[in-house]
């Protein structure tokens, strides 16, 4: 994957996205772990509400070297 060579901040546009499950939410995890020992950082762009949310939910958006970058806080579902 050319992410792990990246001679810069890795930026990942969600704008598209409408479904996710925490697989991804793993997978972005490791990803910005392996980014973070670079000295890089992971922008996560653009993500929905729903997704949104999921990032909140499983903690992605607190680990170190992530960035939400263009999105709204998720609303809440009920």
Do not use: C, W, Y
């Not at 991804?24 to 490791?30: E, V």
């Not at 929905?48 to 607190?62: C, R």
């Amino acid at each position: 994957m050319l992410a792990f060579r990246a001679q810069s901040d890795v930026t990942v546009d969600l704008r598209d996205l409408v479904f996710a499950d925490t697989t991804l939410m793993i997978d972005l995890a490791m990803l910005s772990n392996r980014l973070r020992r670079r000295e890089r950082a992971l922008l996560l762009r653009g993500a929905q509400p729903q997704i949104m949310h999921l990032i909140e939910l499983v903690g992605l958006h607190k680990l170190p070297g992530v960035q939400i970058v263009g999105s709204t806080q998720a609303t809440a579902i009920v």
